[in-house]
């Protein structure tokens, strides 16, 4: 415990004095206030009183070089001390944001087949990011005398953030509660979770059609010239690891073209190397016409995002220009030079120390060892993920499909006996699933470790099994 001198009172009762904080109960933080960190390094955070913890989550997917990297710090420094700030509304421009753009195209052409995607337009969170998809499909449509094609589908279980429209377009009821969300105009699809949703004796193949259909019966009912995007993360995140098929998105793809309907794709999470490939539309070879990134763009050491936009999208704003005016969005710091220069050396660590590979390998030795010691656990129903994007979903009894019936839920009890123990795991809020999903500098020797105090958590929470 830390003591904030000035009000003689502790750092943990100042938080519960001031502080709002996102996405937390606010009768749990009044009862059992924060856990206040103050140093991290590597793959490891430091609270307060000085005890270590395997950030098993990388802060909440996106530290994806690790932390404590002089380099990220030395290089925003740097371009603090050149520029600190000036906006790129009006074509006023710096170099780091032109730089980075370039890159991001060249990322997206080299290693996501998306030579399609030529413009960049930044921003500094997911939420923002995908608000920015969703004006722009809205955009895209009027230019092209398309008034009402303007209702975009979601799925059950997306998450692509908290802002208006961004969680409008999020599929988890807890984040439309008392906010009156979603939107009018958004709607969402069933959630291509085969483990949870399949039914019996339903084929993975039968399933992946039963969910093209419910998407092709909802694109017929609302009537396709109403429809004018679909919305996904290519693995869902915090919809609880979900990872369809290359079938399922090869499918969705070609009945979007049928329809005319823009696919938007949320990289938000799966972008920049988590899934051990660099996107994930380059893992599922997707082309969408929209792209949200952030998170990994700068492993989060300043808030970015960014959103690719395709060739023949951008052609209808262009030509839109004499009728429209100016393209009327943006943000102030939209293209920040500090970010834009974060973001470019963070990349080039990524490559200097090829971290994606990382992440393919150390990814997949963490799932085989995670379904080796706990795989055949009753309370385990499913082990799946890619990469370093990993999920462990909890079933009430060995082969059923159900949530345990246990209150705090299962998920949340095991998380917290892993942070007791010195791993930091999430409660995800949609099915009962932890996520690893640590910095894509993790070593055998993490996972080995992360395993072992995941696997004592879980057998506090439910016993041996
Ligand atoms: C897939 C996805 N999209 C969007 C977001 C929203 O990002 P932000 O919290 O930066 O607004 C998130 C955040 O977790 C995400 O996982």
């Known amino acids: 415990?830390?003591?904030?001198?000035?009000?003689?009172?502790?750092?943990?009762?100042?938080?519960?004095?001031?502080?709002?904080?996102?996405?937390?109960?606010?009768?749990?933080?009044?009862?059992?206030?924060?856990?206040?960190?103050?140093?991290?390094?590597?793959?490891?955070?430091?609270?307060?009183?000085?005890?270590?913890?395997?950030?098993?989550?990388?802060?909440?997917?996106?530290?994806?070089?690790?932390?404590?990297?002089?380099?990220?710090?030395?290089?925003?420094?740097?371009?603090?001390?050149?520029?600190?700030?000036?906006?790129?509304?009006?074509?006023?421009?710096?170099?780091?944001?032109?730089?980075?753009?370039?890159?991001?195209?060249?990322?997206?052409?080299?290693?996501?087949?998306?030579?399609?995607?030529g413009k960049i337009f930044f921003g500094l969170s997911g939420s923002d990011a995908n608000d920015t998809q969703f004006k722009l499909a809205r955009y895209y449509n009027n230019l092209r005398g398309k008034p009402n094609k303007k209702k975009i589908i979601s799925r059950i279980g997306g998450y692509h953030g908290t802002s208006a429209a961004a969680g409008s377009l999020t599929g988890i009821p807890v984040y439309h509660k008392a906010f009156d969300l979603p939107f009018d105009g958004v709607l969402h699809t069933s959630c291509p979770n085969y483990w949870k949703f399949g039914e019996l004796n339903e084929s993975e193949e039968e399933f992946t059609s039963r969910m093209l259909k419910d998407l092709e019966d909802l694109i017929l009912k609302e009537g396709p010239d109403t429809i004018a995007g679909f919305i996904a993360e290519p693995i869902m995140g915090t919809g609880g690891v979900i990872v369809p098929t290359r079938e399922y998105y090869h499918r969705v793809q070609s009945l979007l073209k049928k329809h005319d309907i823009l696919f938007m794709v949320d990289e938000v999470i799966n972008g920049f190397g988590r899934l051990g490939s660099w996107f994930g539309s380059g893992f599922y070879g997707i082309k969408p016409d929209l792209m949200s990134f952030a998170k990994g763009l700068t492993s989060a050491y300043f808030p970015m995002s960014a959103v690719g936009v395709a060739d023949h999208i951008w052609q209808v704003l262009a030509d839109g220009t004499p009728e429209v005016g100016m393209f009327a969005h943006g943000f102030t710091y939209s293209g920040h030079p500090v970010g834009a220069a974060v973001g470019l050396a963070n990349i080039e660590i990524m490559e200097e120390e090829n971290l994606i590979k990382n992440a393919a390998e150390v990814g997949a030795y963490l799932k085989q060892s995670l379904i080796e010691r706990l795989g055949d656990h009753p309370n385990i129903g499913e082990i799946r993920g890619e990469g370093l994007m990993i999920g462990i979903e909890y079933a009430a009894e060995k082969g059923s499909k159900e949530a345990p019936n246990m209150s705090p839920p299962a998920h949340k009890q095991v998380a917290i006996a892993a942070q007791e123990r010195g791993l930091l795991t999430r409660a995800l809020p949609f099915l009962q699933v932890n996520n690893f999903s640590p910095p894509l500098t993790f070593t055998k020797s993490d996972a080995d470790e992360s395993i072992d105090i995941f696997a004592e958590s879980v057998e506090k929470v439910f016993g041996k099994g």
């Open 1 to 117: 415990m830390s003591l904030e001198t000035s009000r003689n009172i502790s750092l943990e009762e100042l938080d519960k004095q001031v502080l709002l904080h996102p996405v937390t109960s606010i009768a749990e933080h009044q009862a059992n206030g924060p856990l206040i960190f103050n140093r991290a390094g590597g793959v490891r955070m430091y609270d307060n009183t000085g005890k270590s913890y395997i950030d098993g989550a990388a802060a909440l997917w996106c530290v994806n070089v690790g932390y404590g990297r002089k380099r990220l710090s030395e290089v925003a420094k740097e371009e603090m001390d050149k520029i600190g700030f000036y906006h790129t509304f009006g074509a006023a421009s710096n170099e780091p944001a032109i730089l980075l753009a370039d890159k991001l195209v060249q990322l997206l052409h080299d290693h996501a087949g998306c030579d399609h995607i």
